[in-house]
């Protein structure tokens, strides 16, 4: 048998090496799949899917309009579908809002209720700069009136860009929208991955922090969060960037905020172990300098949470509301986490259920909800992810205030 000269067995090396090197980059690859949230996948599949449609309207287009032979004559003749008048569409919705005041008002303590005239909050039309996504909602009442602030997103063809949205409402339900997003980021890296918001009022002035995804391709391992404040909410100044997650396994980071008088709190779910998700409570004096307190694993909850949406208990405790992500749907939508100090969380016990079937989410994945706890109830507002990829803003309500 021949014996391989050094040179030939270098070249084999190193052949086999670069093979090793290719299979290892590309379970790299997929681990960054493997790790997303189903919420997530659904996102990026329905963005190949609206790109692939977007290509077939524009090459259909250029095929009919260099080939007249191939249109449809008849088809100028069809009567084309008259928008809703716009003072049928407000009478509607005035009554959506009274009927569902009345359901409110007549249910029993513990009771769901879907509010009919959902979405409250949707996409604006083709090339306003919130055509694609409106999601992440965060609520603040003030007086009588509430305010949200909202992550809203553009996408037509290729161009892609996020930026933080408000709408003031008197009842919850009926939202005017601002023309024009509030808070654009600088960076463009933030504007077309711009993930999550969490905001409250503070020390006299508005505090946002807002999440961005990371881009492993383009130099950008980590997810980030940033800072920005405002006086009255509409003018933001950007504080700079005040975390980054622990691990680049890490897909997005989601955070829920709370300031108790004292110390700025924190709640989002991260990697401390490459193969041990959990929820991590940071502490802040100034809001951008955090401090970990404690890490509650996920293996022990024997859930995976997305955003949370943290409020105070009344008795030096927190509760934390979150989404289901739709894999065991015999549990119901919403469900609550408690913790006594916000350092160790468990579940809740038995919790009044809101079904899949209720909330009419067969086309598309709750999210991302906001609890605002009030004498009446529980006011829950959640995006809902469609398959196309897009986002709308949906409300439902628990009466009495049993969680």
Known sequence: MPVASPAHRNALSNFELAIAQERTRRVQLWQYWRVLERRRQAEIIGVIIALLIAAGIF??????????????????????????????????????????????????????????????LQPGELNDWDDFKVGAP???????????????????????????????SKDGLRWEKSS????IPD?????????????????????????????????FAYPTVHLATSRDGLSWSYAGAVLRALSEYTPSIEPAAYYDGKLFHLWYADYPSDDSPAILHL???????????????LEKLGTTPGRLSVVSDGHGGYRAYYAYDGHDRSIGVFDVLVSSDGDRWQRAEAQPKLSFQDLQASGGIPSAPFALTTSEGVWVWYALTTRTGAEEIGIAFLKGTTL
């Open 138 to 168: 965060i609520v603040i009442k003030q007086g009588s009136l509430f305010h949200m602030w909202y992550r809203a997103c553009h996408f037509v063809m290729t161009e892609y860009t996020c930026g933080v949205g408000h709408a003031s």
């Open 187 to 219: 960076n463009s890296h933030e504007r077309e991955r711009l993930d999550s918001l969490a905001v409250i009022y503070a020390l006299n002035q508005y505090w946002m922090w807002y999440s961005v995804r990371p881009d492993q391709f383009n130099g």
């Open 59 to 120: 090459f259909h287009h250029r095929l009919t309009t260099n080939s007249p032979a191939l249109a449809d004559n008849n088809a100028q003749n069809e009567p084309r579908p008259v928008p809703e008048d716009p003072a049928a569409q407000e009478k509607k919705q005035n009554e959506l809002a009274r009927l569902f005041l009345k359901d409110r008002k007549e249910a029993s303590a513990g009771n769901w209720l879907v509010y009919d005239g959902n979405p409250v």
């Open 283 to 297: 502490t802040s004096a100034d809001g951008k300098q955090w401090q970990t307190s404690a890490t509650s694993a």
């Open 180 to 183: 024009t997003p509030v808070f």
